[in-house]
């Protein structure tokens, strides 16, 4: 146990902690608890989006990816650019059409308020899944930290993170992202480096030996059979098509982003953070994958058995063989990209429950009661997400574990959304039955075929989108006045 480790972890946990639960003061309404009063800069909601995007998942299961393969997981970026576009032109004009605090009010003003409590309760089910998961992956950093799998581990990080997203709302969610982020970012530079530094040859050997395995292989044009085409994740045609509607849907349906998009001043502020995060997220993602070429030379040359769990393989290089305080920042800095996005989730999940489902049973509640019940709600869905990652013990891959719940439920989603906003025919009854066969047909397809994950949300989206045109058809005419 080497105690200036600890000491550097303890340390940041203690103070970013702090440094959350200061921004309390001065909420009076959900207004500011949820949506930050909309005064936070475009830069900052541009580096809370990065850090949302980010958690644990990406910064251990990244340089995995490429530890077994090679770079191919950046032709997914090519798609988030795309959706970040789509985005841009086609739901940031609704949701700055009056003032909205979740993704679905925007349901209920166009189908009415089944549509807009079914679209609300699948973001719960599948964050709070996704989320379990999330949260499950920082086991793998204090398993190797403290030598232990205890839960008890975890939970001080989700009752810290639930501690200062209880105090300061949306506020502490975004300026503690902006300084997570700059600490991860920073940690990863630093630890590209140092195990630069322990390859004889330095870049030049790395070159040469990561070359010749073609692990700085990024594209992938290949057509193949049907089958092996869509089985294949990344892939070009996957990776732009996929990341494209998978971001669509997660950016723009999802409450944990369209949150930090609605906390800007206006709309122009709210598209220009969106279009610069996709340069942060590029440059973090290639950073990472490098991570992950390096540390597969480095294994090579050592003749290192690689760890039984893939995952594992950069904070366990990160713990062992990096020198006293230098460790322990890093291990802090990966703690923080969990915690910014646990933060974010908490958040999220609190505003969808009080907005969209309490709030519209008891529409005469003041602002008192109102953020008293968010703060409730962000302490209940702190302990659920604790319990759904004590039973997420069991995923080959935690980063396509994490993408693949969230890509279930999200082209249906994504495919309603995009009926509201593109079409005027179809009604509510419609859409929930375009809702309904997008998720029927995606869940056979995840079960039942061996179509790859980054497939899905675009499946999905589809289907929805045509079943809901289609039954729009069926519907009687409305009596005229």
């Not at 090519?78 to 576009?85: C, D, H, Q």
């Not at 969610?173 to 195990?195: E, N």
């Not at 990209?337 to 958040?347: E, I, K, P, R, V």
Request: aromatic fraction near 12%; charge should be positive; glycine fraction near 8%.
């Amino acid at each position: 146990m080497r105690y200036l480790d600890l000491a550097v972890i303890l340390a940041y946990l203690a103070g970013i902690t702090w440094f959350g639960a200061r921004f309390r003061r001065g909420q009076k309404s959900l207004r500011d608890y949820f949506l930050g009063g909309r005064t936070a800069p475009w830069w900052a909601i541009s580096l809370s989006i990065v850090s949302a995007e980010t958690s644990t998942l990406t910064i251990v299961g990244t340089p995995a990816l490429a530890f077994t393969g090679n770079m191919g997981f950046l032709q997914i970026v090519l798609g988030y650019l795309l959706a970040r576009i789509v985005i841009s032109v086609v739901f940031l004009p609704q949701y700055f059409r009056g003032e909205m605090f979740t993704a679905y009010e925007l349901m209920r003003r166009r189908f009415g308020e089944r549509i807009r409590k079914l679209t609300a309760s699948i973001f719960l089910v599948t964050r709070a899944l996704a989320e379990g998961v999330r949260v499950f992956a920082i086991s793998l950093v204090i398993s190797i930290v403290l030598g232990t799998g205890e839960i008890a581990s975890i939970a001080l990080i989700v009752l810290l993170t639930l501690f200062y997203t209880f105090e300061g709302g949306m506020t502490a969610v975004i300026w503690t992202d902006v300084v997570q982020m700059s600490l991860y970012v920073a940690g990863a530079v630093v630890s590209f480096f140092a195990i630069l530094g322990r390859i004889p040859g330095g870049w030049e050997h790395v070159a040469a030996v990561a070359g010749a395995a073609h692990k700085f292989t990024i594209f992938d044009f290949r057509f193949s059979p049907a089958m092996e085409f869509f089985s294949r994740p990344y892939t070009f045609w996957a990776g732009v098509a996929g990341g494209c509607f998978l971001t669509t849907a997660s950016h723009g349906t999802d409450q944990l982003m369209v949150q930090r998009l609605l906390s800007a001043r206006d709309e122009r502020q709210s598209r220009a953070a969106l279009l610069a995060s996709w340069v942060v997220i590029c440059v973090q993602f290639t950073l990472f994958l490098l991570i992950g070429v390096l540390l597969s030379v480095y294994y090579g040359d050592q003749r290192l058995p690689p760890p039984q769990h893939t995952d594992r393989v950069y904070p366990e290089f990160i713990w062992r063989q990096l020198p006293p305080g230098i460790a322990g920042l890093l291990i802090a800095a990966i703690l923080a990209a969990a915690m910014a996005n646990l933060s974010a989730a908490l958040n999220s999940l609190s505003s969808t429950t009080v907005v969209d489902f309490i709030r519209t049973r008891w529409r005469g509640m003041n602002e008192t009661r109102s953020l008293q019940l968010a703060r409730l709600a962000t302490v209940a869905w702190g302990v659920v997400l604790l319990a759904i990652a004590i039973g997420a013990r069991h995923s080959h891959s935690v980063l396509e574990a994490g993408l693949t719940i969230g890509s279930i439920p999200s082209g249906a989603l994504l495919g309603v959304f995009l009926l509201g906003v593109l079409t005027k025919k179809p009604r509510e009854g419609a859409a929930m039955a375009g809702v309904a066969a997008g998720i029927a047909v995606i869940l056979v397809v995840v079960f039942r075929t061996h179509i790859a994950f980054t497939w899905y949300v675009l499946i999905g989206t589809v289907v929805t989108f045509g079943a809901g045109l289609a039954a729009s058809w069926f519907e009687k005419p409305l009596a005229e006045d």
